[in-house]
């Protein structure tokens, strides 16, 4: 059985198949601080649906700039890849997030999510998936990233006096600091940027920003259409058009 020493005191690592799945999201929760940097760990167990079915997360990653956000599946590595994870990260990836999810992650997170950029946030891009497993699975990280989906593997060592030490290995999601949001030229309209980070954007509906592209400014005004925020250019030739995705840095 594997050990860690710290100061004098045993840690024992718990055998992946006695420890139980709600225990392990437990003790993820509680360390979530350390392992989640600058995101807001929220239960999030919600049925969410695509057009082959449907599947509930276990949790959600929200950063605190609402820049990005994430579902998170919590899984045992004795589940099976085929027939347990797999359906259900595809569900999760696809799935639509509406006023079922926003409302469900303010209730959970118990005034630490702000009601606003939470709605704006909905209406950026897709959150993205992160599985996260209690044993080594070295097969699964290729065949998750076909949903774009990431794995965390988590490895929990457990005291006598039921102190944790948890052995982190594999991706862990990040915030950048200084970066606002992903954007993206609209495919037929030209001058409109889709924004995939609304709420930190820093703009109401209607208002207007600056951005400098190539040493140059441009005007652009926040445009919101039903679930969706673009950024729309007025001028008579858009700066951006030599590319089609672009990172706006503050």
């Known amino acids: 059985m594997a050990r860690i020493f ?27 601080p350390e392992l989640f940097t600058g995101f ?6 919600v049925t969410v649906a695509d057009e082959s079915g449907s599947a509930k997360p276990d949790f959600a990653l929200v950063d605190r700039g609402y820049r990005q956000w994430w579902v998170g599946e919590t899984e045992l590595g004795i589940h099976s890849l085929e027939r347990h994870v797999l359906p259900q990260v595809r569900t999760l990836s696809r799935a639509y997030y509406g006023s079922d999810a926003a409302n469900a992650l303010l209730r959970e997170s118990r005034g630490a999510l702000e009601p606003r950029a939470l709605e ?18 070295p097969t699964w990280p290729a065949r998750l990233l076909r949903y774009d989906a990431q794995l965390c593997l988590i490895q929990v060592y457990r005291s006598e006096k039921n102190q944790h030490i948890l052995l ?49 400014l441009s005007q652009w005004v926040r445009t919101d259409i039903h679930d969706a925020v673009w950024l729309v ?17 503050r």
């Open 233 to 249: 250019f007025h001028g008579k030739e858009n700066p951006l058009s030599r590319g089609t995705h672009y990172v706006l840095i």
């Open 120 to 137: 704006d946030l909905m209406k950026g891009a897709q959150p993205r998936v992160l599985v996260v497993v209690n044993s080594p699975c």
């Open 6 to 32: 710290v100061n004098g005191e045993s840690f024992s690592q718990i055998a992946p198949t006695v420890l139980y799945e709600l225990e392990f999201e437990s003790i993820m929760r509680q360390h979530s």
């Open 168 to 216: 982190v290995d594999g991706y862990q999601p990040e915030v950048v600091v200084d970066r606002v949001s992903t954007c993206r030229l609209h495919p037929i309209l030209a001058n409109y940027l889709v924004v995939d980070a609304p709420a930190a954007l820093g703009v109401l509906p209607g208002e207007s920003l600056e951005i400098e592209f190539n040493g140059a």
């Open 40 to 45: 807001e760990f929220v239960p999030f167990k």
